[in-house]
């Protein structure tokens, strides 16, 4: 696909993993197992075309809610991931990025997280976010909570707030907004991902779950978005 028909910034929510598993007699985490791999190859096919920001929903505020066998499973693969990506991606012009409050999460993890981004940042390729213990809902809070400080602190006042203003204090301030969302799986839900960014983002809702996911099927979800007609809104 021509560089000009490709989004800038696309935004995954990677669904369906559970249902995968179930559908094959597997324990939950199988199904982690599997998507995590796919990740890996969906990030690399993205950042061989050309895509410049990609951000993947991995983990929201309410998984917690998940049994604790599941969460524990997925904080093993997460190390694992985290672990491998220091290894594999090593010669990849991939910047990682890590949105969300990671300081929820244990501290092994988040030290790898640490030094994940701080080996990947003065790459110069794909920017690729990955939202961990992340929600819509929180970020929008967390912008809010900085711009009241600046406020209290004299270093804005209420005028000063603008879009931009609660935009730049966001986890993804100073990146593109998403043009194109994709929710495979069949579920047609924001789920709480990128609220703010997405307000005139593309989405493509698919039935097909994640572990199933290939880079054909984002090659027709791209085709999809190249043959829309983005207004803005306008005529």
């Known amino acids: 696909m021509e560089q000009q028909y490709l989004p800038k910034h696309l935004g995954i929510i990677m669904d369906g993993n559970g249902r995968w598993a179930k559908k094959r007699g597997l324990p939950r985490s199988a199904g982690h197992t599997v998507g995590a791999a796919v990740f890996k190859t969906i990030t690399r096919y993205c950042s061989s075309i050309g895509i410049e920001y990609l951000t993947v929903y991995a983990f929201s505020t309410e998984n917690w809610r ?16 985290l672990e491998d990506a220091l290894r594999d991606f090593l010669n990849e012009n991939i910047k990682v990025r890590f ?20 080996v990947s940042e003065e790459r110069t390729g794909m920017v690729l976010n990955i939202a961990m213990n992340y929600g819509g809902r929180a970020e929008i809070v967390h912008a809010a909570r900085m711009l009241a400080e600046d406020v209290q602190k004299g270093k804005l006042s209420p005028e000063q707030i603008s879009e931009a ?37 593309e989405y493509v809702v698919m039935d097909i779950l994640w572990p199933d996911f290939k880079p054909r099927d984002l090659d027709r979800a791209l085709n999809e978005y190249a043959s829309r007609n983005r207004r803005f809104g306008g005529v």
């Open 99 to 118: 949105i969300g409050d990671v300081s929820a999460f244990p501290p092994e993890l988040q030290k790898l997280i640490r030094e994940t981004e701080k």
């Open 165 to 201: 203003a609660v935009a730049e204090r966001l986890y993804t301030g100073g990146q593109p907004d998403p043009d194109l969302i994709i929710r495979p799986s069949g579920e047609s839900r924001i789920s709480n991902f990128l609220l703010w960014q997405s307000a005139y983002a």
């Open 66 to 81: 998940r049994p604790k066998e599941e969460i524990g499973a997925l904080m093993k693969l997460f190390k694992q991931y």
